[in-house]
């Protein structure tokens, strides 16, 4: 669990007896799914691609992944491609990216056990994507889902912090918030509940500033509703914490 996840999850703000309804969060999901257009923004081509971009997605941002791609992938098409880069040819095009050589060493395991194991095909199943160096949960699910349109829910940081803020689960950690959150997701929504939560969070439900004024869910949201029915401030506690900066 990254740094900011774990944070979230000690400074849980709300409580499993405000959660949402069953009809409140069907409706919520219904919200979302009417003002967002599901799409994963990392940039990628084939599943190798994908897998790899999403590797590289830790503890980075999307455009800074696509930028280093971009360049990436004039030279490495194939699980052969990166091998004969090899670690440290690697490394020299992932610098702009936090932990590089850590992930340079799990694209050059993966590949070889793509090869090794898997034809040179990404899998498709939960257990032979983690058993792939470096590759988590999160890492696997994002996979399933966007590679192979399966009904998978993972819980990046921003996954993680609308579910609890909003009052859908109360869990202190990625896996709680999984097996809490994906039975409350509508059948209809469910190949594609990840982008909603993970954009609205991304562009809406921002961890420091959320617009809870333009916000479509807003009303249903318990601590949107907790900070509109908290009193006025007075000067003396100004420098106190809104609740929305504790997830």
């Not at 709300?14 to 309804?21: G, H």
């Not at 993970?198 to 921002?206: A, K």
């Not at 500033?209 to 869910?217: D, M």
Request: charged share 25%; glycine share 6%.
């Amino acid at each position: 669990m990254d740094e900011e996840m774990a944070v979230q999850g000690r400074n849980q703000a709300v409580s499993k007896a405000l959660l949402l309804t069953d009809a409140e969060a069907e409706l919520f999901f219904d919200r979302l799914a009417a003002g967002i257009s599901p799409r994963c923004e990392l940039e990628y081509t084939t599943l190798l691609d994908l897998l790899v971009a999403v590797v590289l997605s830790a503890q980075s941002t999307d455009k800074a992944v696509n930028q280093v791609t971009a360049e990436l992938w004039q030279h490495c098409r194939t699980p052969e491609d990166y091998l004969a880069l090899g670690t440290a040819g690697l490394e020299s095009f992932l610098r702009r990216l936090g932990l590089f050589r850590a992930k340079s060493r799990s694209i050059i395991g993966i590949c070889e056990q793509l090869l090794e194991r898997h034809g040179g095909e990404v899998p498709a199943t939960l257990e032979e994507l983690m058993a792939l160096p470096g590759v988590g949960r999160k890492t696997a699910n994002v996979v399933l889902n966007v590679g192979f349109g399966e009904p998978t829910l993972a819980v990046d940081t921003h996954v993680f912090r609308v579910a609890n803020r909003s009052g859908l689960v109360a869990a202190t950690t990625p896996e709680a918030v999984e097996a809490a959150l994906l039975p409350r997701v509508p059948e209809r929504h469910r190949r594609h509940a990840h982008h909603y939560l993970v954009l609205h969070g991304r562009y809406t439900c921002q961890a420091r500033r959320p617009e809870c004024a333009t916000c479509a869910v807003a009303d249903l949201c318990v601590t949107a509703r907790q900070d509109l029915n908290r009193p006025e401030r007075s000067t003396s506690s100004a420098g106190e914490k809104s609740q929305h900066g504790t997830i």
